[in-house]
C-alpha cells in the first residue's frame, strides 16, 4: 500500500501527465478547493489530501504583458497570468492573436502545444 | 510595553558611507562592498577589529556574510547572510537590532556590493522559478510589468502616470552629485523610451550600476559618543505573501500593506509624520504601489498623489531624494541605498537636496517580484 507521499512528487506527476496531453491541477478531497501550481501539501491551511483533477481549461486573462525580442531572436511575445475557472492563477502566454491583442479580462481556453522544446499549457481566445 | 516597541530606538546608526556608485572598473564585488565597510567604519570613528556582527547579501556570493568576513579578517559572533533580495539589508538592520539589544553583539556592520555594470549588465540573484520559467518571463521586469497593467486596468491609470514618478526622480537626482543620471527628464521621454515589457519602457526601470554600501550600528548609549550624529532605529517590519509573481494575490497590493502598519506601530509615528520617504523604486510602478500600500494615500489613488511634481523636488512629499533606483544608483539589489538615503537626510548632510527638518525618514525595501517588503523607520534624537 502506497502512501501520500510516496512515489513521484507533484512536479513529476504534472509534467507526466503535460507529457501525455492532459492539463491536470491538484484539487482537496476535503476542502474542494483547486490548487495551481503543483503542490505538496494545501497551501495555508496546510491539508495533505490534493487529488489530480482535469482542469476545464477555461480561464480569464488576469494580468499581461509584452515582451519586446528582436525579430531575428523570434520577436515579441506575450505573458500573461490566466486565473482558471476552477479558481487558482498561472502564468502562461495567450497564443494564436497578436501579443499585444490579449487584453486583462479575455476569455481564454487552454491548448497543450511545444513550448521551447517541451509541452506546455498555453491559452488562446476563446 | 509590546514586544514590538522594546526595540524601538535600541540600534542607531553610527555610519554610513557608499563606494563605486556609477561605474568602478576593475574593481569586484567584494572589494567594493570592503571599501564600503571601511568608509562607514571611518565615519562612525569606529576599528574594524571592533566590528563582531557582520550582515551582507550580493547577487555574487552564496554565502556573503563569510565572503565579507574573510576578507576583512573578521571572526564575528553573529553573522546573517540571509537573502531575500533587494529588501535583505532593511531586513539586517531588524536582525542588528536584536542582536544589539539582547547583548550578543555590540558593533553591527550591514554591507553590499556589486560591480554588475562593469562586469557586463544585469545579473539576477534568482533561480530559475519552476512553474513560470518554459514562458520565459524575464525577470524581474516580466513580473512589475504584469503588476503595472493590472494596474493600469483596475485605477485606469496611463502610461503618463507612471511617468511623473520617473521625472519626480530624475529631479532629485540633478541635486545629488553622486547619481548617475542628472540631465532633466520630461514625461514625453518616459513615454516615447523604448518599450521593454509593455506597459514599461526603458525610463520606467532602474539603472544598472555599481555601487557599494555600508552601514554601521550601535546601542545608543554608544552612539552619542560617536563624531557623527546618530539616527535611531525607531521602527522596523518585514512581510511577504509570495516568491513567484504568479502566486501573489492581487497584483496591486503589496505585502508593504502589511509591514508598514506594523513598522509605524513600532514607531509610534504614522505616515503623516515622515519628512522624507525613501521607497525601493526598480520600476516606476513600485513607488505608486508603496505610496498606497504604507498609507500616503488610498488605494488606487497613486497617480493623482504624485501629480504635478508633488513628490519632485519642491512638492509636498520628499520622495527619493537621491534620485532613487531610477537616477541614482542600482547595483542589483537597491535596498542598503534606500536606508542610506534616510540616514544622510536625519543627519542632515544632503547639500543641495537636504529636506529642511527632516527628522522622521521612512526606508522601505522590496525583494524579488514585489515579494519580500521590508519598511524601516529613522529618527534623529528629538524623535526619541
Redesign the interface.
Known amino acids: 500500500m502506497s502512501g501520500y507521499f510516496d512515489g513521484p512528487g507533484p ?1 513529476a506527476t504534472f509534467r507526466a501527465h503535460l507529457a501525455e496531453g492532459r492539463f491536470m491541477i491538484q484539487r482537496s478531497a476535503s476542502t474542494g478547493l483547486h490548487v ?3 503542490r505538496v501539501m494545501m497551501p495555508c491551511s496546510g491539508e495533505a489530501d490534493l487529488e489530480w483533477v482535469e482542469a476545464s481549461g477555461e480561464g480569464t486573462v ?7 525580442r528582436r525579430p531575428e531572436k523570434g520577436g515579441d ?1 506575450n ?3 490566466i486565473d482558471l475557472a476552477e479558481g487558482p ?5 495567450v497564443t494564436g492573436i497578436d501579443p ?1 491583442a490579449v487584453a ?2 479575455m476569455k481564454v481556453r487552454a491548448k497543450i502545444d511545444e ?2 522544446g ?1 509541452p ?1 499549457v498555453l491559452f488562446e481566445p476563446v | 510595553m509590546s514586544e514590538l516597541t522594546k526595540l524601538r530606538g535600541k540600534a542607531a546608526c553610527v555610519g554610513a558611507a557608499t563606494a563605486g556608485c556609477g561605474e568602478a572598473p576593475g574593481r569586484n564585488a567584494t572589494e567594493l562592498m570592503a571599501e564600503a565597510v571601511y568608509r562607514a567604519l571611518a565615519d562612525a570613528d569606529i576599528p574594524l577589529n571592533q566590528v563582531d556582527g557582520l550582515f551582507a547579501a550580493t547577487a555574487v556570493h552564496s554565502m556573503a556574510a563569510m565572503s565579507l568576513a574573510g576578507h576583512l579578517g573578521l571572526c564575528p559572533k553573529y553573522s546573517s547572510g540571509s537573502n531575500i533580495g533587494g529588501a535583505s539589508f532593511l531586513a539586517h538592520a531588524l536582525d542588528a537590532a536584536m542582536a544589539l539589544e539582547s547583548g550578543i553583539i555590540d558593533v553591527a556592520v550591514i554591507a553590499y556590493g556589486s560591480n554588475q555594470r562593469t562586469a557586463g549588465g544585469f545579473r539576477s540573484v534568482s533561480e530559475p522559478m ?3 520559467a ?5 525577470n524581474p521586469i ?1 513580473a512589475y ?3 503595472a ?2 494596474y493600469m ?1 483596475e485605477f485606469q491609470a496611463v502610461r503618463e502616470d507612471l511617468a511623473e514618478v520617473a521625472v519626480a526622480a530624475r529631479g532629485w537626482a540633478g541635486l545629488n552629485p553622486e547619481a548617475f543620471v542628472r540631465e532633466p527628464l520630461t514625461i514625453e521621454e518616459v513615454v516615447n523610451a ?7 519602457g526603458k525610463l520606467d526601470c532602474c539603472l544598472v550600476t555599481d555601487g557599494a554600501a555600508a552601514v554601521v550600528l550601535t546601542r545608543p548609549e554608544r552612539a552619542k559618543d560617536g563624531p557623527q550624529k546618530p539616527v535611531y532605529l525607531l521602527g522596523a517590519a518585514m512581510a511577504h505573501h509570495h516568491r ?3 502566486e501573489m494575490p492581487d ?1 496591486t497590493l503589496t505585502a508593504a500593506g502589511d509591514s508598514g502598519p506594523r513598522a509605524f506601530a513600532m514607531a509610534g509615528y504614522g505616515p503623516n509624520d515622515m519628512d522624507t520617504v525613501q521607497l525601493y523604486d526598480a520600476f516606476t510602478i513600485n513607488t505608486l504601489l508603496f505610496l498606497e500600500d504604507l498609507g500616503f494615500c488610498a488605494k488606487g489613488e497613486g497617480k493623482d498623489f504624485v501629480a504635478g511634481g508633488r513628490i519632485a523636488p519642491g512638492g509636498a512629499l520628499p520622495v527619493n531624494t537621491n534620485g532613487g533606483g531610477l537616477s541614482c544608483v542600482h547595483p542589483g539589489m537597491y535596498g542598503l541605498f534606500v536606508m542610506i538615503e534616510a540616514i544622510r537626510q536625519a543627519r542632515g548632510t544632503c547639500g543641495d537636496r537636504q529636506v529642511e527638518g527632516a527628522n522622521l525618514c521612512l526606508a522601505h525595501g522590496n525583494g524579488g517580484v514585489l515579494s519580500s517588503q521590508v519598511t524601516t523607520i529613522w529618527g534623529t534624537g528629538e524623535t526619541l
Open positions: 512536479e495551481f501550481y503543483p488576469y494580468a499581461t504583458t509584452v515582451t519586446r511575445y505573458v500573461a497570468l492563477r498561472m502564468m502562461a502566454r499585444e486583462i479580462g513550448l521551447n517541451a506546455a | 519552476p512553474f513560470e518554459q514562458y520565459e518571463p524575464r516580466t510589468a504584469l503588476a497593467s493590472r486596468h523604448r518599450m521593454i515589457s509593455d506597459p514599461l513567484m509573481i504568479s497584483l
